[in-house]
C-alpha cells in the first residue's frame, strides 16, 4: 500500500512488508524523503524490496519458530522422560509442576474421567496427593461442560460469571480469580479412537490467560495424555490382578468352611462386602417350600424393640431381593429412595441410611438358593459396572460352597441319624407283648380309684405306684373323652404308652415318673378349668395331653447348653433349629407314633392328622424354658386384651402356657413331695455339673456341688420364672387359683428351710 501525504510534495512513505508464520507476524516500513517526484521505476524498486524484505522476514521467523518447537520439544521429551511413573498420583504431581511452570499460573488439577460413574475425579490438587480422591459429578460442574461440549472454556473473572458453583467448582476448597479449563484427549486401548479421558484446569495466572495460555497447555496435554492413560490402565490391570488373587483366596477360604453352614454363611457376608467395598451386607437364603426369603446374615445392628423376625422374612417376589430370588437377575440401583421395590420400612426400623444397592443371585444347578445384598458403596456414589462383574464372579464360588455344604450337612445328617438309631435300638428292651395285651385287655378304672384327690392339682401322681401308671394315663384319657373322641384303638394306645414309658431314660428327675407328673397336670387343669373346652379345640386338647406325656422322651439328664457346648451327637442334628433336647423329643414322639401298632392317630382325617403334628410340635418346643421367657411379655398383653378364640396367635400362647405350667407343677405340690423332687431336680443338675467339670468346663451355680444351695436356688426359679408362670395362669383361668396359691405357699417355706 503507497501513500503520499498532500501536505509533504517531496516525500512518500510506503508500507509493504507483511509476513506471517503461524501466530507471529512482521510489517515492514519502508519510509523515503526525496527531494524530487519518485520515478515509476523507483517505485518498481520499493516494491521489489519489500518483497526481499517480506522474505527474509519470513526465513527468520520460521527460524525463531523452529527454535522454540525444538525448546519446547526438548523440553517435553524430558517431561515425558520424567512421566514414565506407574504411580498416578506422582505422575500427575510432575505434571502439575510442569504446567504450572510454562503458564505461569498459582494452581493446576489434572481431572480424570470416570465413564462409568460420569464424575471427574480428582486424586492430586496443585501439589497435594489428597487422601481421599474428590469425585464431582460432570453434570454439576463448570469442567464438565468443558468435556460435554469438547470446548476450552476461560473465564477471566470467576467472581462475576454466572454459572460458577462456588460448592462444586471450588475444588479442596479453593477460590481462583480465573481460570483455563481444556479438555484431556487421547486413544482409548480399547478401540484406539480418540476420546476425551479428563480434563486439565490452571487456575490464577497473574497477567490473564491468553491464546499462547490456551496453546501452551494444549500442547503438553498433547504429548502427556496418552502416558497418563497407559498408566491408569497399568493402575487398573494391577488392581485386576490383585482383586482376582482375592476372589480365589477367598474361594479357597469357602471351601474350607463346609462344615460349619453359619460359618460360611457369614464369610460368604463379609467377603462380599470387603470385595465391593460396601458398608453393609445381608445373605438371605431361599425356602422353596414356603416360597420366602429368609436373611440368616443380616448386617445390621436392631433396636431391642424391634424383632429380626418381622423384618428377615420375605415373600419371594416382593423387594428387591424376593425381585433378584424370583428372576435370578442382579439388580444395580444407584438410588432406592427412587425404586417402588425399596422397603423404606426397613431404613425407618434400623435408623440406617440406604443410599446405594447392589442385589445379586446366589445359583447352584437347581436356581437360585440364595441373594447377597450389598449397601452402600464406599468411597463412590454408587456401585459400578465393574462391582457388578465382581460380585456376580464371586456369587458363582459362594453358589458352589453352599450347594457342597448342603450335601456335607445332610451327610452327617444321615450319619448322626444312624448312629443315634443304633443307639436307641441298643439302649431300649423290645417291648413284651404280654405287657401290651394286659394292658389293652383290662378294664378301664375310673380314675378316683387311683387316688382319691386325683383331679387335685396339688396332688402328685408320683404315690401311684410306676407299674400301675400306664393303666392310669388309660384312665386320664378315658375321663377326658379323648379315646370316645378320637376313635382310639385300646390296642394301639396301649401299645403307644408302653412304648413311651420305654422310651425315657432313666436319670434321677426326666424321666418317666416326670412325664406321668406333667401329663397328670394337664388332666387336671382340663377338669378343674372347663373354661379350657370353650377356648381350646378338641384336637388341641389332645395334643395338649400326648405333647405332656411325650415332652421329655429320650432325655439324658443334660440340658441344651451341655449339648452344644459338648457337641453331642444330638447337638449335631438340631443345634441349628435351636432347642436342641425339644427337637430331640419331638423327633422320638413321631417315631412312636409311626411305629407299627402305635398309631393312635390313624382315624383322625388328613387335615387333623396334619394338624395335630403341627400342634404336637408346638407344644413339645413351648416346654423350652427359652422360649417360654421370650413370649411372656405376649403373655401378659393377653391378659390385658382377653382371650380371642378367633386368634390363632391367642391359641398358641394358651398352649405355650399351659404346657409350661404343666411341666413346672412339681414346684407347687404338697410341701414334702416338692422338697423331695427339688433334691431329685439337684441330683441331676449337679451329676451333669460334674461332667462338666471333668472335661475342663467351669458349670454354673446351680449345677455345682460346690456352690449351689437348694433354698436359694430353689426362690430364684420361684420368684423369676414358676411364679409369674401360674400367676398368669390364674388370671387367664381363675379356676386354676389352688395352683397359684400353693406354689405362693411353698414359696414362704422355702423361706424357712
Avoid at 610 to 620: H, N
Avoid at 649 to 671: F, G, I, N, Q, V
Avoid at 673 to 681: A, G
Amino acid at each position: 500500500m503507497d501513500v503520499t501525504p498532500e501536505s509533504i510534495e517531496d516525500s512518500i512513505v510506503i508500507v509493504d512488508a507483511i509476513s506471517n508464520v503461524g501466530q507471529m507476524r512482521t510489517v515492514a516500513l519502508i519510509i523515503a524523503i526525496c527531494r524530487q517526484p519518485i520515478s515509476d521505476e523507483e517505485t518498481d524498486n520499493y516494491h521489489w524490496l519489500s518483497k526481499n524484505v517480506q522474505v527474509a522476514a519470513g526465513r527468520i521467523l520460521e527460524s525463531i519458530k523452529a527454535e522454540r518447537e525444538k525448546k519446547r520439544m526438548e523440553e517435553m521429551l524430558k517431561l515425558s522422560g520424567s512421566l514414565i511413573d506407574v504411580d498416578v498420583p506422582m505422575l500427575l504431581l510432575k505434571l502439575h509442576s510442569h504446567i504450572k511452570e510454562i503458564i505461569g499460573c498459582k494452581r493446576c488439577v489434572v481431572f480424570i474421567l470416570d465413564e462409568e460413574t460420569d464424575e471427574l475425579v480428582c486424586e492430586v490438587f496443585d501439589d497435594v496427593a489428597l487422601d481421599s480422591e474428590i469425585r464431582i459429578p460432570i453434570p454439576d460442574c463448570i469442567y464438565g461442560q468443558s468435556i460435554m461440549s469438547d470446548k476450552i472454556i476461560q473465564i477471566d473473572d470467576v467472581s462475576k460469571d454466572p454459572h460458577i458453583k462456588p460448592s462444586k467448582d471450588f475444588v479442596n476448597g479453593y477460590e481462583p480469580s480465573n481460570l483455563l479449563c481444556i479438555p484431556l484427549k487421547s486413544k482409548r486401548t480399547s478401540d484406539g479412537n480418540i476420546a476425551i479421558v479428563g480434563a486439565a484446569v490452571v487456575f490464577d495466572k497473574p497477567d490473564g490467560f491468553t491464546l499462547k495460555s490456551q496453546d501452551d497447555l494444549s500442547y503438553i496435554l498433547q504429548f502427556c495424555s496418552t502416558m497418563l492413560v497407559n498408566t491408569l490402565t497399568f493402575r487398573h490391570e494391577i488392581v485386576l490382578k490383585h482383586q482376582n488373587q482375592t476372589l480365589l483366596g477367598v474361594s479357597k477360604n469357602l471351601f474350607t468352611q463346609m462344615n460349619d453352614r453359619d460359618v460360611l454363611l457369614h464369610s460368604i457376608m463379609e467377603e462380599a462386602r470387603d470385595l465391593t467395598k460396601a458398608e453393609k451386607c445381608s445373605l438371605f437364603l431361599v425356602d422353596k417350600e414356603k416360597k420366602e426369603l429368609s436373611a440368616v446374615v443380616f448386617d445390621s445392628e436392631l433396636p431391642d424393640n424391634v424383632s429380626r423376625s418381622s423384618i428377615l422374612r420375605i415373600p419371594m417376589g416382593q423387594g428387591i431381593a424376593g425381585y433378584v430370588a424370583q428372576t435370578g437377575e442382579s439388580v444395580n440401583i444407584r438410588d432406592v429412595y427412587r425404586n417402588p421395590r425399596f422397603y423404606k420400612e426397613i431404613d425407618k426400623t434400623t435408623g440406617f441410611v440406604t443410599r446405594n444397592l447392589l442385589c445379586i443371585p446366589i445359583m447352584d444347578q437347581t436356581g437360585v438358593v440364595g441373594v447377597a445384598q450389598l449397601v452402600n458403596k464406599k468411597g463412590g456414589r454408587f456401585f459400578t459396572k465393574y462391582d457388578e462383574e465382581l460380585a456376580i464372579s464371586f456369587s458363582v464360588y459362594c453358589g458352589i460352597s453352599l450347594h457342597h455344604a448342603m450335601l456335607y450337612k445332610n451327610v452327617r445328617l444321615e450319619q448322626s441319624r444312624s448312629q443315634l438309631a443304633t443307639e436307641l435300638m441298643l439302649y431300649h428292651m423290645q417291648v413284651n407283648e404280654e405287657e401290651i395285651l394286659s394292658l389293652a385287655d383290662a378294664p378301664i378304672l375310673p380314675t378316683f380309684s387311683f387316688h382319691i384327690k386325683i383331679t387335685d392339682f396339688v396332688f402328685s401322681p408320683r404315690v401311684i405306684p410306676e407299674h400301675d401308671s400306664p393303666t392310669c394315663i388309660i384312665s386320664l384319657m378315658e375321663d377326658l373323652d379323648l379315646l370316645n373322641r378320637w376313635k382310639i384303638p385300646r390296642n394301639d394306645l396301649a401299645r403307644f404308652v408302653i412304648m413311651v414309658k420305654k422310651g425315657y431314660r432313666n436319670p434321677p428327675y426326666h424321666n418317666w415318673m416326670h412325664a406321668f407328673s406333667v401329663a397328670h397336670f394337664c388332666y387336671s387343669l382340663i377338669k378343674n378349668c372347663p373354661k379350657l373346652r370353650d377356648m381350646l379345640t378338641d384336637l388341641e386338647v389332645l395334643t395338649l395331653f400326648i405333647g405332656c406325656l411325650c415332652h421329655d422322651l429320650d432325655h439324658r439328664g443334660t440340658n441344651n447348653a451341655f449339648q452344644e457346648s459338648s457337641n453331642s451327637l444330638l447337638a449335631s442334628l438340631y443345634s441349628s433349629q435351636g432347642s436342641v433336647m425339644e427337637h430331640h423329643h419331638f423327633s422320638q414322639t413321631i417315631c412312636i407314633l409311626n411305629s407299627n401298632g402305635c398309631q393312635i392317630f390313624n382315624n383322625l382325617t388328613s387335615d387333623e392328622y396334619r394338624e395335630a403334628l403341627d400342634l404336637l410340635y408346638d407344644v413339645i418346643l413351648a416346654t423350652d424354658i427359652c422360649t417360654h421367657l421370650s413370649i411372656v411379655p405376649k403373655l401378659e398383653d393377653l391378659v390385658e386384651t382377653g382371650y380371642d378364640k378367633s386368634n390363632q396367635t391367642h391359641h398358641h400362647l394358651l398352649r405355650s402356657l399351659l404346657m409350661t405350667a404343666s411341666d413346672l407343677c412339681d414346684c407347687l405340690k404338697e410341701w414334702d413331695m416338692t422338697v423331695c423332687v427339688s433334691e431329685l431336680i439337684y441330683q441331676e443338675f449337679f451329676s451333669q455339673g460334674d461332667i462338666e467339670k471333668a472335661i475342663g468346663k467351669t458349670p454354673s451355680v446351680m449345677m455345682d456341688r460346690d456352690k449351689a444351695v437348694l433354698s436359694e436356688q430353689q426362690l430364684t426359679f420361684l420368684d423369676n420364672i414358676a411364679i409369674p408362670v401360674y400367676r398368669l395362669l390364674f388370671q387367664l383361668l381363675p379356676d386354676a387359683e389352688q395352683a397359684y396359691r400353693s406354689v405362693l405357699s411353698n414359696r414362704d417355706k422355702w423361706l424357712e428351710f
